[in-house]
């Protein structure tokens, strides 16, 4: 018999035949994108799920972090992170912006503020940083820089759905916050993606960007692009929420029986919850420390590789590291060693919220057999 196949998520799908009732009313109206019903009934919906103003539904999270740029008129150099999924670096490169990459924490594996100051020069417009894994960064610090130094401030809120600090939403902190609902993510619409802003005046100029530009039937205002949601997405966005609580509660579980499953092995560690704060258990990395667990992460990701556990090396390598962005001088290695350190180390673990127990257990009990070298 074939050995199971498990990856390092699996998207969530709600009950089939509770999704052809919104297809049939998509196929009698006949309004496939542009704003139709679902698309509006969506961006309510979210606002008051997340605790947010104003969202912009976009096709995908890159587009979004594309016309975020666009909607601040960001140039020059803007500050990020190398330890992130590609896209947050390419939105920057797309709008002709130079990327300065910034150190990580080794808690949070998201960006330091105490390395962000040294690094603004005078064509520093913005800082983009990402929440992590859906671990908020230190946003009262960087806010205040921003500040300071009078920068925007643009998250990459892409891991963060549902996630809040003591009650409120991520994504009311910064000027903009960009989410991802790629199928691999919390929540998904299939793709897409979203703008969360603060204003009617900024969430009318996303709109209009993500509409080619056009404000009226024969008014173009800006350069815009193609980036709207269809109906379908909307629809499955609709449905997606009946669950998404669910299926937080059921990711958390599996976080927990990792942490206790996990806690003891001399070179694993892992990020725990923190304080104040509501996850949503979006990944779950796991550090090995080759030196005192005996074998190298790879090593440990070839052996679930063998038995058909396909983890991930998230981040690996940094987007620094890429022949794109390396020949920048923030990119070199020996201005990123925390970063350069965890990405040779990081290994995400399969959670998605069908994975099931008797997988999970196969997944630890690997780890702790190739530790004592049966």
């Not at 018999?1 to 999704?19: A, D, I, R, S």
């Not at 300065?100 to 962000?116: G, S």
């Not at 609902?181 to 005046?201: P, R, S």
């Not at 998404?244 to 919850?273: Q, S, V």
Request: charged share 25%; with cysteine; aromatic share 12%.
């Amino acid at each position: 018999m074939p050995q199971k196949t498990t990856f390092v998520t699996q998207p969530h799908l709600p009950p089939l035949e509770e999704f052809i009732p919104y297809l049939e009313e998509i196929w009698e109206s006949k309004r496939l994108t542009n704003n139709g019903k679902f698309h509006e009934e969506l961006e309510q919906k979210l606002c008051k799920y997340l605790g947010v103003p104003y969202i912009s539904l976009f096709s995908n999270g890159t587009l979004a972090l594309i016309t975020a740029l666009q909607a601040l008129r960001i140039t020059g150099e803007v500050i990020t992170t190398p330890y992130s999924f590609v896209a947050s670096t390419h939105s920057l490169w797309w709008n002709g912006i130079k990327p300065v990459f910034c150190d990580i924490e080794p808690e949070t594996f998201n960006m330091n503020p105490d390395k962000i100051e040294a690094l603004i020069t005078p064509k520093t417009t913005a800082i983009l940083p990402v929440h992590v894994y859906g671990n908020p960064c230190n946003v009262e610090r960087i806010q205040e820089i921003a500040d300071i130094y009078g920068l925007h401030l643009i998250y990459d809120a892409c891991h963060t759905f549902g996630v809040k600090i003591n009650g409120n939403s991520v994504c009311n902190f910064g000027d903009l916050s960009v989410l991802s609902f790629h199928a691999t993510k919390v929540y998904n619409t299939f793709e897409g993606g979203a703008i969360v802003c603060h204003d009617e005046k900024t969430k009318k100029r996303i709109d209009n960007l993500k509409n080619f530009g056009f404000a009226g039937e024969i008014t173009v205002i800006a350069p815009g692009i193609n980036a709207k949601m269809n109906e379908v997405q909307a629809a499955f966005g609709l449905l997606q929420l009946k669950y998404i609580d669910e299926a937080i509660e059921k990711r958390k579980k599996i976080a927990t029986f990792y942490r206790e499953n996990l806690a003891g092995i001399e070179g694993i560690k892992y990020l725990e919850d923190i304080d104040g704060i509501r996850h949503n258990y979006a990944y779950f990395p796991i550090l090995i420390d080759e030196n005192t667990f005996r074998k190298s992460r790879d090593e440990v990701y070839d052996l679930y590789k063998e038995n058909n556990i396909f983890t991930r090396r998230y981040f690996y390598p940094l987007i620094s590291q890429f022949a794109t962005y390396k020949g920048l001088d923030s990119a070199k290695p020996e201005n990123l060693p925390i970063a350069t350190k965890i990405t040779n180390q990081v290994l995400c673990l399969p959670i998605y919220p069908d994975l099931e127990i008797e997988t999970l257990e196969k997944i630890v009990e690997l780890i702790k057999e190739l530790k004592s070298g049966k």
